[in-house]
C-alpha cells in the first residue's frame, strides 16, 4: 500500500491539538470574580439600597434565625426554611440578618459565609447558572483559608466554570472545604439563599414564554438539591433559604432527605405582623409631616388617630402594600394629606388615579410577574376559578379539603382542576388543605390581601390571557346550583356538593345579572323544575345546615314583599308569567316545607336528640326561618292560608309532642317565635285564646 499524505500542502493545521489557559494565582480569583453573578451579593450596588427591616420592626423572625443559627455552636438541621406570601418582606428579613451577623464585632470571624439574592428581572440573578460560582468567590473572600483552594482549583481546570453546576460544586466548593482538614474545629457560616422563587430560567438565556412556567420549576428544586448535596458533606456551612410557599418547592422540603435536615419557619405564623405594620405606617407618616407646613386652623395634627387606624385596617398585616401607600402618598410636587384621604376613601379599582399611580403600578406588576410564572395553557381556565372565587372569597373556606373540588363539579369540571390550576398563585393566596371539618366559625379569606382580587377586577384584562369576570362566575355557579338541586328529593342523601348548591342558590340569584332575557328565561324554567319543597326541608332539618348562608332562610326575608327582590322585576311581559310561577312556587315551597318539618313524627324524628341535648344550632334555621316567615306574613300578608296552616301545625306540635314542643319554645324564645305566631293567629281568628304557649321558662 503506498503512503499517501492527505494533508499535502495543508496550512494552519494543528495535530493532536490541546488548548491551555494559564492562570496565575491572582489571575484565577479575578477569573471566578468576572464570572460570579455580584449583583446577587447583599452589600452589592445592583441592590443599592437594599431592603431591610424597618427599626423595630420584624425582631421576632430575626431572633428566631439568630437563635437557630446558633453563631458558635452549629445548628443540629443546618438548613432553615423562611417561607411567606408576597410581600410579607422576606427579603428584607434576609438583607436585615445579613447585615447584622455581618456587623458583629465580638467574633473573630464573618459568620455570613456567601449570600444570593435571585432577582427575576436581572439576567445573572434569575438563573443558577453563576450561583456555585457566586457563592465559591464569596467563600474564598470571607475564609482566607480557604482562598488557596479555590484558587488552585480554577487554575488547574478553568473550564470548571463551563461544567454542569453539580461539577462545579464538588471542584469549587466541596474538594477546596475538604483540602483544609480538620472541618470540625472550623467555626461554621452562614449562606443566604433569598428569594428561590424568583430563579425562573434554566440558563441565562431569554426563555419563551411557553417555557417560563415548566423552567421555574425544575430549577428552583434543582437549586434545593445543590443545597442538600453540599449540606451532606459536613462542611461548616448552614444554609437559609427564604421564599415564597410554592408548592413545589414545599413538597420537595418535605421529602424525607430533607425534613430531616431542614428548620421550617413560616413568616407568616412568626411575630406581630400588625404590630410590625403599625411601627412602620406610624413612623413613616410622623416623618412626612414633619416636612409638612403646619396648618394653625387644623384640630388635630395631621395624619390624626382615625386616619392611622383606617390605614392600619386597610393594609391587614401587609407590609408591601403599606410600603405602597408611603410611596404614594410621599411625594414633594403633591398634597400627602389629600393623597392619603383619597386613597382611605376609595378602592383602587374605582379610583383610576390610584390604580394607574406609579407607587401601586409597583404592586400591580408583582401580580403580573406572579400570573406570568402561569402556564399558559393554564390561564384561562386559571382565571374561571378566580372568577367563581371573588364570587364568595369573604364567605368561603379556604382550608376546607373540598370547597375547590366543590367549585369544580358545581361548574362542570373535574375535581381536582380548580386547585391545579390556582397552584402557581400560592404567593398571594391560601391554597393549603386542612385535614378534617373546618369549624362552622371559621372564616378566612382566600387571598392574603385584598388589593390582589383588586387588581383583577381593576384590570380585568391582564393581557397575560387571564380575565376575570366575576358576573360570569355567578351565572355558571348558579347554573351549576340548579342543576345539581334538579333531582333532590326528600330522600336524596346530601352531599358537599348539594350542600353548596342549597345554602348559595338564592344568594347567588340576588347578585346575577342576565346578559339576555333567553338566559334569564332559562335559569327561570330550571328553577320552576326543582322540588324546593324537599331542598328546604334538607336545609331544616339540619343535613345541609349553614345557617350563614342558609337558602330559605334568605328566601323567607323578603317571602310576601309585593317586590321580591330574589327574582328581580323583568319589564319584558313575556316574562310575567314565569316571574309570577317562580314567587307562588317559592311561597308553596316554604310552607310546604314548614308544614312536613312540623308534623308531629317527623319533628320528632329530626329534633328530639338535639332538643334534648341542647344543641341550639341544629334548630336555628327552623327558628331563624319562622321568625322571618312570621315577620313577613304579619306585614304583607296576615290573612294567607298558608300561614293559618302553620299556625294549626304548631298547635297540633303542642298537644301531641308537648315536652319537644316546649323545649323548641324555649330555643325560639329569644325571637318570642311561638307567642308572636300565635298572636298573629288569634289576631286572624284562627286560634282561640285558649290555645297560647306555655310561657317560656328561658
Not at 318 to 340: E, F, G, K, N, S
Not at 566 to 581: A, K, Q, T, V, W
Amino acid at each position: 500500500m503506498s503512503s499517501v499524505s492527505y494533508f499535502k500542502n495543508a496550512k494552519h493545521f494543528i495535530a493532536k491539538p490541546t488548548f491551555n489557559t494559564y492562570l496565575s494565582y491572582g489571575d484565577a480569583l479575578q477569573y471566578l470574580h468576572k464570572h460570579s453573578a455580584t449583583g446577587a451579593m447583599h452589600d452589592s450596588e445592583e441592590r443599592y439600597p437594599s431592603p431591610l427591616c424597618h427599626p423595630g420592626t420584624g425582631e421576632a423572625v430575626v431572633g428566631r434565625i439568630e437563635a437557630w443559627y446558633g453563631f458558635e455552636i452549629p445548628p443540629e438541621k443546618k438548613i432553615m426554611w423562611v417561607h411567606a406570601p408576597a410581600g410579607y418582606g422576606k427579603t428584607a428579613v434576609a438583607g436585615t440578618v445579613s447585615k447584622k451577623l455581618g456587623s458583629r464585632t465580638d467574633l473573630d470571624f464573618n459568620p455570613v459565609g456567601a449570600t444570593f439574592f435571585f432577582w427575576r428581572t436581572s439576567p445573572e440573578r434569575n438563573n443558577p447558572a453563576r450561583f456555585i460560582i457566586t457563592l465559591a468567590y464569596q467563600f474564598a473572600m470571607s475564609i482566607p483559608d480557604l482562598a488557596p483552594h479555590v484558587e488552585s482549583a480554577v487554575k488547574r481546570n478553568p473550564m470548571v466554570l463551563n461544567k454542569t453546576l453539580e461539577a462545579q460544586l464538588m471542584k469549587l466548593i466541596v474538594e477546596p472545604f475538604k483540602a483544609l482538614g480538620e472541618l470540625d474545629s472550623m467555626p461554621h457560616r452562614l449562606v443566604i439563599v433569598d428569594g428561590l422563587d424568583e430563579c425562573i430560567n434554566s440558563d441565562q438565556e431569554s426563555r419563551v414564554e411557553k417555557h417560563y412556567a415548566e423552567d421555574q420549576e425544575h430549577v428552583q428544586t434543582r437549586v434545593l438539591n445543590l443545597i442538600r448535596i453540599l449540606q451532606s458533606y459536613d462542611l461548616p456551612l448552614c444554609f437559609l433559604i427564604l421564599s415564597r410557599p410554592e408548592p413545589w418547592i414545599n413538597q420537595h422540603i418535605e421529602a424525607y432527605e430533607f425534613q430531616t435536615v431542614t428548620e421550617i419557619l413560616d413568616l407568616y405564623e412568626v411575630g406581630d405582623h400588625m404590630k410590625d405594620v403599625e411601627k412602620f405606617v406610624r413612623d413613616e407618616l410622623a416623618r412626612i409631616a414633619g416636612s409638612l407646613a403646619s396648618n394653625p386652623g387644623d384640630d388635630e395634627q395631621w395624619p390624626g388617630k382615625e386616619l392611622v387606624q383606617k390605614l392600619l385596617w386597610r393594609t391587614g398585616g401587609h407590609m408591601l402594600y403599606a410600603a405602597t401607600v408611603i410611596r404614594h402618598i410621599d411625594v414633594p410636587y403633591d398634597d400627602p394629606p389629600q393623597r392619603l384621604k383619597n386613597l382611605l376613601d376609595d378602592r383602587l379599582h374605582s379610583n383610576p388615579d390610584l390604580a394607574h399611580s406609579s407607587s401601586f403600578s409597583c404592586l400591580f406588576e408583582l401580580y403580573r410577574q406572579i400570573i406570568r410564572s402561569c402556564p399558559p395553557a393554564n390561564r384561562a381556565l386559571m382565571g374561571e376559578v378566580l372568577e367563581e372565587i371573588m364570587v364568595f372569597h369573604d364567605r368561603l373556606v379556604p382550608y376546607d379539603n373540598c370547597i375547590l373540588n366543590v367549585l369544580d363539579r358545581i361548574s362542570g369540571r373535574v375535581a381536582g382542576r380548580g386547585i391545579t390550576a390556582l397552584r402557581p398563585l400560592h404567593a398571594v393566596m391560601r391554597l393549603a388543605t386542612h385535614e378534617g371539618p373546618c369549624p362552622r366559625s371559621f372564616r378566612i379569606r382566600f387571598f392574603y390581601h385584598s388589593s390582589f382580587p383588586e387588581f383583577l377586577k381593576n384590570y380585568p384584562q391582564t393581557g397575560l390571557d387571564v380575565t376575570v369576570d366575576v358576573q360570569k362566575g355567578i351565572g355558571r355557579l348558579l347554573a351549576g346550583s340548579l342543576e345539581t338541586l334538579s333531582p333532590v328529593t326528600l330522600t336524596t342523601q346530601v352531599d358537599e356538593v348539594t350542600r353548596f348548591a342549597l345554602s348559595h342558590w338564592t344568594s347567588l340569584w340576588r347578585r346575577w345579572k342576565p346578559s339576555t332575557e333567553a338566559e334569564y328565561s332559562c335559569q327561570l324554567k330550571a328553577m320552576l323544575t326543582i322540588d324546593l319543597t324537599a331542598c328546604f326541608v334538607k336545609e331544616i332539618t339540619g343535613e345541609a345546615l349553614v345557617p350563614q348562608t342558609s337558602a330559605i332562610v334568605d328566601s323567607t326575608s323578603d317571602l310576601y314583599d309585593p317586590k321580591n327582590k330574589l327574582f328581580g322585576d323583568i319589564s319584558s311581559p313575556i316574562f310575567s308569567p314565569f316571574f309570577e310561577d317562580a314567587v307562588s312556587h317559592l311561597r308553596l315551597s316554604v310552607e310546604r316545607a314548614f308544614l312536613h318539618v312540623l308534623h308531629p313524627n317527623v319533628f320528632a324524628s329530626h329534633y328530639e336528640d338535639c332538643l334534648r341535648r341542647d344543641d341550639v344550632e341544629t334548630v336555628l334555621v327552623l327558628t331563624m326561618c319562622l321568625h322571618g316567615y312570621a315577620i313577613q306574613t304579619s306585614k304583607h300578608h296576615p290573612t294567607g292560608t298558608g300561614f293559618a296552616s302553620i299556625v294549626q301545625a304548631l298547635r297540633t306540635l303542642r298537644l301531641e309532642q308537648e315536652e319537644l314542643y316546649e323545649l323548641l319554645d324555649r330555643d325560639a324564645s329569644r325571637h318570642q317565635l311561638c307567642e308572636n305566631l300565635y298572636e298573629l293567629g288569634r289576631q286572624n281568628g284562627e286560634l282561640r285564646s285558649t290555645d297560647s304557649p306555655p310561657t317560656s321558662s328561658a
